[in-house]
């Protein structure tokens, strides 16, 4: 609605690139053409400094980077490929142009990356903090979408790639700042906090084979996105300690700390999901070609909307437990 | 992303009454179905509190339903019909559960009038400033999209409703607050400001006649529009000052401050476009019947592209100015 952020107009329409798109000619508003025998999939994720993200955790490269990520994170929750995006911006008077701009260059090179067009924005002032909000539009198969209420008795859980890895990074950053010194080892956590992927790639694996899975991204932490799978499937959901892929045995911490993290850190942006014990190892082979990690992590019991964690000889109910970055725990 | 709203998640996803929609289960993600024949459209408009709307200017109602009717009137301006929306919202602790569902009961009301559905969201908490932002799609026939470029030489210039309102009502806002008092005739220019209302009905006239209509909604006042119109159509825009629409002799104002906020006020979200000679009289039919108001306030000439401005026996160059609010002017 501004006029102050003029140089953003040019930075902003990029996408001309897939077929049937047409950038209208409207600040605001942008048209697309829908692909026949899919549905329409739209998400929406807000990131506000001071609460999501400071400047001494992340560069404006890697802010407007994982907004998106985030975003495109859903998307692949849903087993959709990401199609477009519009962008809205608050920016306060301590932000400069070029740091804007990477923050535009940190989203468009994720962008390109997953074939994702950004298609429109609004960029506005603040006298305050600056808020960065991006909506993601996608499209599945229809009939093919995925949701959280299909887990039944006798299911698999998994988990793709590693958890932990971005609540890690964090308590790095808090303690050292984006400059470090940081090992190569602690490096890699702290990028993973930085720079999270989305799992389009797994997403849409789960979405193209014919069983019935049921799917969730980890943005909260396994314990809470497991729990959503209970409630939501009315089913128990038991996880084995054990079995969690992460860096567990680190130099860097403790059992105890990297288990937390873990079950609660949240943002590794991983998919949790649920399918039969027999559709199972069609999975595993299928991820195995693409080269993406599969673990099974527990089992899905006739039960309570609960879930427990099995770990050794113990075994107790896991709760919720969000993660709300700097304000919380 | 944050727990804390957790009430919002129960006033969120109204939408069922469209055929085809599906509310994904996912926090942020929600899907539907694009209709055959149709392309999709796309805008987003962000308001921060203290740059685009203070609490002693708009009530929370009128908050929640001006961003959606400034989202509307984008998808106004192309033509589209609008179908669903979803909402981002920073929250600082400065306002309550009440206020929250007062913005939530604003968008819903004017969703309500226009059919269009809220199918997802994300609630965040800040440290500042509320920032509303609110991503609204539509459709529009295939082919039927309307765009500021296709103005021609012997064109009308034609203006729906009135203009001017919006920026007076603000002035008697921000020298009598909220509570007045206010004579009839100055509630209804306060109502303007605060209740504006998109032309989506006129959209779709425009849209549906099978003539060459160029388009622009008038969101940053006439001179900036009919400049915008003017640049993307490489013409020269003449406007009749005796012609605009507006209450320019009432006993509020002088004339000259009425014209001034018709030309430079914004916010009326009226909208502005040219058509041919013969197609106009049409459209005058087609409007009448429908009860909107649509003048002719000038023509379409070949040269730079300009806007002059014709008012009795001056005329002078009409250039953009724009209108921003508490911070400029």
């Not at 943002?267 to 399918?275: A, K, N, Y």
Request: charged residues 25%; contains cysteine; proline residues 3%.
């Amino acid at each position: 609605m501004d006029d102050e952020f003029a140089f953003i107009d040019s930075v902003t329409p990029t996408g001309t690139k897939q077929e049937g798109l047409v950038v209208g000619i409207g600040d605001d508003a942008a048209m697309y053409q829908a692909t026949e025998g899919f549905n329409q999939v739209i998400c929406v994720d807000t990131m506000v400094e001071g609460i999501h993200f400071r400047k001494d955790t992340l560069t404006p490269y890697q802010i407007g980077r994982k907004v998106l990520a985030i975003n495109l994170s859903d998307i692949a929750a849903m087993g959709a490929i990401p199609r477009y995006f519009v962008v809205s911006i608050a920016v306060p008077s301590t932000w400069n142009e070029e740091e804007l701009q990477e923050i535009y260059r940190g989203m468009n090179e994720l962008a390109e990356r997953y074939n994702v067009d950004l298609i429109g924005g609004d960029t506005v002032s603040t006298n305050s903090a600056l808020v960065l909000t991006i909506t993601t539009t996608g499209e599945v198969e229809q009939g093919k979408m995925l949701l959280r209420s299909v887990a039944k008795p006798g299911d698999i859980v998994f988990l793709t790639g590693e958890v932990g890895g971005s609540a890690a990074g964090l308590d790095l950053l808090n303690k050292r700042g984006l400059e470090g010194p940081y090992t190569e080892e602690e490096m890699t956590l702290v990028k993973i906090h930085q720079e999270p992927k989305p799992q389009i790639e797994a997403g849409r694996i789960l979405a193209e084979i014919k069983e019935r899975v049921a799917l969730n991204d980890v943005s909260d932490g396994v314990a809470s996105e497991a729990n959503e799978l209970a409630t939501a499937s009315q089913v128990t959901i038991e996880i084995d300690a054990q079995c969690l892929p992460g860096q567990l045995t680190t130099s860097y911490k403790t059992r105890e700390q990297a288990l937390e993290w873990a079950l609660f850190g949240g943002e590794d942006f991983q998919l949790i999901g649920t399918t039969s014990e027999t559709a199972f190892p069609k999975l595993v082979q299928l991820f195995k070609e693409k080269g993406i990690r599969l673990t099974a992590i527990g089992k899905v019991y006739e039960g309570k909307p609960e879930v427990w964690l099995k770990d050794r000889n113990k075994k107790g109910k896991l709760d919720r437990k969000g993660y709300n970055h700097f304000q919380k725990r």
